[in-house]
């Protein structure tokens, strides 16, 4: 739904937010990995780091979304 508009597919701001949140998935599931390896070392300050990085995703596509509302006036095509 986001490329349906003309020229949507050249905003910068678009294809920013598609690729996060395409990467997400992907993000957890490596990021609970490698988390459950620090856990299984004993490195439980690592763990925790490791699983929160996934909350990046979330906050990168507030910015884009937001960043889209301000300067694209809400629409997907800048």
């Given at each position: 739904m986001?490329?349906?508009a003309?020229?949507a597919?050249d905003?910068t701001?678009?294809i ?15 990021m ?9 070392k004993r ?8 699983s ?5 995703w979330i906050?990168?596509?507030?910015v884009?979304?937001v960043?889209?509302?301000i300067?694209?006036?809400g629409?997907?095509?800048?």
């Open positions: 986001m490329f349906d003309p020229g597919s905003s701001l678009t920013a937010m598609v690729t996060a949140i395409v990467t997400y998935p992907i993000a957890v599931v490596l609970l990995i490698l988390s459950w390896v620090f856990f299984a490195k439980h300050k690592a763990a925790i780091a490791s929160l990085i996934p909350a990046l906050l990168i596509n507030i884009l979304w960043s889209i509302e300067f694209c006036d629409s997907f095509t800048c």
